[in-house]
């Protein structure tokens, strides 16, 4: 599967952006979908997930109730909502795919990855 992220951009703190990732071959229905992020000199972390049954999703304690992910399976695609944004939320954002059943968030357990959207937010 191939994975294509967008939907980033500068945006001032508060504002809002909403990221997609797109697949092409298999459809995504077939996997646990997740976002994650990396900063600057940071290590990628988990940002959110969504079972392939739809219904089930984490997210990482530093965007819950801020951040939403959803996805639409008749247009193979992966949805990451993200309002009021912080600074600290700047990171380049990264969709990726496990081949798994259940939802994780851990890096090594995704299978496949897109090649990033970068998010900048300003104070």
């Known amino acids: 599967v191939q994975l294509q992220a967008s939907g980033g951009g500068l945006v001032q703190a508060g504002a809002s952006l909403r990221l997609s990732c797109a697949g092409s071959?298999?459809?995504?229905?077939?996997?646990?979908m997740g976002w994650f992020r990396q900063a600057p000199g940071k290590e990628r972390e988990f940002v959110a997930v969504?079972?392939?049954?739809?219904?089930?999703?984490k997210y990482a304690d530093s965007v819950k109730g801020r951040f939403t992910i959803s996805r639409d399976n008749a247009k193979n695609t992966v949805y990451l909502q993200m309002n009021s944004l912080k600074p600290e939320d700047t990171a380049v954002y990264y969709c990726a795919a496990d081949k798994g059943t259940r939802i994780s968030s851990t890096r090594d357990d995704y299978d496949y990855w897109g090649q990033g959207t970068q998010v900048t937010v300003s104070s």
């Open positions: 071959g298999p459809k995504l229905s077939r996997y646990v």
């Open positions: 969504i079972s392939w049954t739809v219904g089930t999703t």
